[in-house]
């Protein structure tokens, strides 16, 4: 829908110092603090919303993001 090749969008983002991958984790990453502060939905809910294929898998990449779990996070 951008109209360019996948090789330049990766080269415009790298002159900018992005990469879509950062990209898709700082969204993924405010959505999901979104989903926890304003939401009562299970951990389970949530990752699912956010396309991961379990809650562990979203608890990795949250702690990789926030040195805490979803649920310390939630917690405090």
């Known amino acids: 829908s951008?109209?360019?090749s996948a090789a330049t969008l990766k080269r415009k983002l790298k002159s900018e110092g992005q990469s879509f991958r950062g990209i898709k984790d700082k969204v993924l990453y405010e959505?999901?603090?979104r989903l926890l502060k304003e939401t009562s939905d299970s951990i389970e809910l949530i990752a699912d919303q956010l396309g991961y294929s379990d809650s562990s898998?979203?608890?990795?990449?949250?702690?990789?993001?926030?040195?805490?779990?979803?649920?310390?996070?939630?917690?405090?």
């Open 2 to 4: 951008l109209n360019i």
């Open 31 to 33: 959505k999901s603090i």
């Open 57 to 76: 898998n979203f608890a990795k990449a949250f702690k990789g993001w926030s040195s805490m779990t979803p649920s310390e996070f939630r917690l405090g």
